[in-house]
Nanobody, 119 residues
Framework: QLQASGGGLVQAGGSLTLSCAAS????????MGWYRQVQGKQRELVAQ???????NYDDSVKGRFTITRHIAKNTVILQMNSLKAEDTGVYYC???????????????WGQGTQVTVSS
């Protein structure tokens, strides 16, 4: 349902782009975003964007990351600039989707993609 791509290894100060595309039965997508998980810790929100275009960023990435949603393509892009070692982790795409009608909504997760920032 959610296909994530991007990620990889980059030096500190570099950039990476993550992409996530939703497919299947979609009546509407309410929120799409990215979470990060570091080994031994809980998954944490990095950035998210609502259907109306409202965005929310974790304080640690404000000014460095930009989340963009392409409604027609059911896709969300996370542009990550000025990467730091502490940005390292597995990034998961997340979406709140109503497959058939606006009342029945479900949370979907994509497969994780590894982002490693070397210092």
């Amino acid at each position: 349902q959610l296909q994530a791509s991007g990620g990889g290894l980059v030096q500190a100060g570099g950039s990476l782009t993550l992409s996530c595309a939703a497919s299947g039965s979609i009546f509407s997508i309410n929120i799409m975003g990215w979470y990060r998980q570091v080994q031994g810790k809980q998954r944490e929100l990095v950035a998210q964007v609502t259907m109306g275009g409202d965005v929310n960023y974790d304080d640690s990435v404000k000014g460095r990351f930009t989340i963009t949603r392409h409604i027609a393509k059911n896709t969300v892009i996370l542009q990550m600039n000025s990467l730091k070692a502490e940005d390292t982790g597995v990034y998961y795409c997340n979406a709140d989707i109503a497959p058939y009608n606006p009342q029945d909504r479900y949370v979907y997760w994509g497969q994780g993609t590894q982002v490693t920032v070397s210092s």
